[in-house]
């Protein structure tokens, strides 16, 4: 099943980029909206919600550290 691989393969993707960069780091904010995109196209659309907020918060972070 493509579409559920493909889910597997973003949240390995966003684990790496956590574990390596950071979680403020602009890499993990794109893993993670790609990930939510993906979820949404599955119908898992309060998984996708979650995600979505969580690279929200990722991203507030990575322009505040930018702006400092």
């Given at each position: 099943?493509?579409p559920?691989?493909?889910v597997?393969?973003?949240?390995?993707?966003?684990?790496?980029?956590?574990a390596?960069?950071?979680?403020?780091?602009?890499?993990?904010a794109?893993?993670a909206?790609n990930?939510?995109?993906?979820?949404?196209?599955?119908?898992?659309a309060?998984e996708?919600?979650?995600t979505?907020a969580?690279?929200?918060v990722?991203?507030?972070?990575s322009?505040?550290?930018?702006?400092?």
């Amino acid at each position: 099943d493509q579409p559920a691989e493909a889910v597997a393969r973003y949240e390995e993707s966003l684990a790496l980029h956590e574990a390596l960069e950071g979680p403020n780091h602009p890499n993990v904010a794109l893993a993670a909206n790609n990930l939510a995109v993906a979820l949404a196209n599955l119908g898992r659309a309060r998984e996708a919600r979650e995600t979505a907020a969580a690279f929200l918060v990722s991203v507030k972070v990575s322009v505040l550290s930018l702006t400092s």
